[in-house]
């Protein structure tokens, strides 16, 4: 699996969480693992998550950073 392959996928376990705790939870597991590659699109994850109106805005704002991140 390419990195950016795994990266999504991780980020999926933040966004498809079935409560706020395992997603903070997962929120971190994926810091740890990727905040060397993508430190852009997890900064602007973490600035923005609590600025939305709603969870859905907010992950509409997780979809698109993933396509922000670098190469």
Do not use: C, H
């Amino acid at each position: 699996m390419d990195s950016k392959k795994g990266f999504y996928s991780k980020l999926k376990t933040i966004y498809q969480a079935p409560d706020k705790d395992l997603g903070r939870e997962n929120m971190e597991t994926v810091k740890e693992k990727w905040d060397n590659k993508y430190p852009n699109a997890l900064e602007s994850l973490n600035s923005r998550r609590s600025v939305f109106p709603s969870y859905t805005t907010f992950l509409d704002s997780l979809y698109l950073t993933t396509f922000e991140a670098p190469k």
